[in-house]
C-alpha cells in the first residue's frame, strides 16, 4: 500500500515556474513507476510524465516536453515535478500516482493521491 500527497499547487503566472511534489508512504517507494497526470477543466485526465523506479528513464507528454522535469529521491520516497515557462493550458489538477507495472497508461497505475490544483493566469 502507498500513499501519495501531492503539494506545490497555487495560482501562477504565464512563464513563470513551479515545482509540485508528492509524498509517498511505505517502505516499497522505490519498488514504483511514479507518474504525473494532469486533469484539466472539462477534460479527461491525461498524462504529464513518468520516471522509472531508479529514476534512470523518463518520458514526457509531447504538450510539456522541453518545460517540464520529473525526478525523484528514493531516500526521500519523493518524486518531483518542475514546471517552467508555464502557459494557461497548463491549468488543471496535478495527480502524483505509483504503477508497479510502469507504462503510460492510466490503468497501470495503483495509487493516486488527492491531486493538487494549479491555475495559470495569462
Known amino acids: 500500500q502507498v500513499q501519495l500527497v501531492e503539494s506545490g499547487g497555487g495560482l501562477m503566472q504565464a512563464g513563470g515556474s513551479l515545482r509540485l511534489s508528492c509524498a509517498a508512504s511505505?517502505?516499497?517507494?522505490?519498488?514504483?513507476?511514479m507518474g504525473w497526470f494532469r486533469q484539466a477543466p472539462g477534460k479527461e485526465r491525461e498524462i504529464i510524465a513518468t520516471?522509472?523506479?531508479?529514476?534512470?528513464?523518463?518520458y514526457y507528454a509531447y504538450s510539456v516536453k522541453g518545460r517540464v522535469t520529473i525526478s525523484r529521491d528514493n531516500a526521500k520516497n519523493t518524486v518531483a515535478l518542475q514546471m517552467n515557462s508555464l502557459k494557461p493550458e497548463d491549468t488543471g489538477v496535478y495527480y502524483c500516482a505509483a504503477g508497479s507495472s510502469g507504462g503510460y497508461a492510466q490503468r497501470l497505475y495503483d495509487y493516486w493521491g488527492q491531486g493538487t490544483q494549479v491555475t495559470v493566469s495569462s
Open positions: 511505505g517502505r516499497t517507494f522505490s519498488s514504483y513507476t
Open positions: 520516471i522509472s523506479r531508479s529514476g534512470g528513464s523518463t
